[in-house]
Structures are given as C-alpha cells and as structure tokens.
C-alpha cells in the first residue's frame, strides 16, 4: 500500500518537476536583464538586442499635466534599440547606477522580472523564444524620491 501511495505522489508531481525553475534559467533570466540594463547604461545596442524579443511592449501610464488625463505610451523593441544606440543611459555616472533585480516567478517558458536602475523601475514579462530567455513586455515607471 505504501508504494502504490508513494508511486501515485511521484506520477502527480512530474509534470511541476518538469516545470521547475533550474539553476540555468535563473542564470540566463539575470543575465537577460543584466543585458537589458547594462545594455541601456552602456548605450550598447548589442546587449540590448540580445534581451528584447523582436515584438516587445514596454509601456508606463503618464498622466498630461495640463489635463489630468492619463494615457499609456508604449516602446517597441525598435524604439529602445534606437534610445539604446543614441547614448541610452550613458550620460548616468558609473557610480551612480543602481541596479535591483528579483525574479518574482518562473514557471515553464515564462519568467517574472523586477528591476530597479537610476530613476526608474521595471516589472519585465520574459519567455523562453527559441532556448534564449527574452523579455517580451515591460510595465515601467519612474521612481519616486
């Protein structure tokens, strides 16, 4: 009786066991954001290229000072490869740089992220494309002092 208890726990818990975080993935997701990061305050588009899935949204509410109205902008991956290529955030001090970074979920192909650099944070969405982690969505704002 024990074994067929014990044999009918193990065949329950395979498919979590199959879906469980790994040591690699939680090397490569801190390396994807320590691409997207670095990328940015080193104005290395390279870097940056290598974290973002082509179709990425990164979006953040802003609200018109004028109107009190909010709205949601967002960037495509092209447009963070650009600000990332005209400078991104190399005029930040090196020493002034902050960098937090937490993994807040993975589960199977699908990563939760949050990032905190100079003046902003990010709560980054990231999948497995292909074998590489990429960072697919991005809800960010600036931080409040």
């Known amino acids: 009786m ?4 014990l044999l009918f726990v193990i065949v329950l818990l395979i498919p979590y066991l199959s879906n469980a975080q790994t040591v690699e993935d939680s090397l490569a997701i801190k390396q994807t954001a320590m691409n997207y990061i670095e990328g940015y305050y080193e104005g290395n588009v390279e ?12 979006r953040i509410i802003r609200t018109d000072p004028q109107s009190g109205r909010q709205r949601l902008d967002q960037m495509s991956a092209l447009t963070l490869l650009n600000i990332t290529k005209s ?4 005029m930040i001090p090196v020493d002034q740089r902050i960098f937090e970074f937490k993994i807040l979920d993975i589960t ?19 999948a ?3 074998g590489e982690w990429k960072i697919v969505n991005v809800l960010w704002d600036f931080v409040k002092n």
């Open 108 to 126: 199977g192909n699908n990563a939760s992220v949050r990032t905190v650099a100079k003046g902003f944070f990010d709560y980054i969405h990231m």
């Open 128 to 130: 497995k494309w292909n």
């Open 47 to 58: 870097r940056m290229e290598k974290a973002l899935h082509p179709e990425l949204a990164k």
């Open 87 to 90: 400078g991104g955030g190399k």
């Open 2 to 5: 024990k074994k067929i208890i």
